[in-house]
């Protein structure tokens, strides 16, 4: 069975760091475009960063940009969203998304979510 478990989130003081992991089970992200979203309290779902596993382009929102750093590690089927100079407003639940298409068909997972808090 398809599966997506996030990781790594956590409470943290501003200016502070975080790693999330999105580990893939039933399937290799190979082909796929994962992404990470999030969403803070009363907001809409919005989209952070995201990683095109065929040809390793990166993309990211302009607010995360230059602090936020997207990976993968292909041996462990995981892919990371490291995390520095957090600020309060990153403060949301973090999800990962692993989207393709394939013989007219579309893929498409959701983890369940990871809760990351910027306070101090």
């Known amino acids: 069975q398809e599966r997506l478990v996030e990781s790594g989130g956590g409470l943290v003081q501003p200016g502070g760091s975080l790693r999330l992991s999105c580990a893939a089970s039933g399937f290799t992200f190979d082909h796929y475009t994962i992404g990470w979203f999030r969403q803070a309290p009363g907001k809409e779902r919005e989209g952070v960063s995201c990683l095109d596993a065929s040809n390793g382009n990166t993309y990211y929102a302009d607010s995360v940009k230059g602090r936020f750093t997207i990976s993968r590690d292909i041996a462990k089927n995981t892919v990371y969203l490291q995390m520095n100079s957090l600020k309060t407003e990153d403060t949301a639940v973090y999800y990962c998304?692993?989207?393709?298409?394939?013989?007219?068909?579309?893929?498409?997972?959701w983890g369940q979510g990871t809760q990351v808090t910027v306070s101090s």
């Open positions: 998304n692993a989207k393709t298409y394939a013989a007219y068909k579309e893929y498409d997972y």
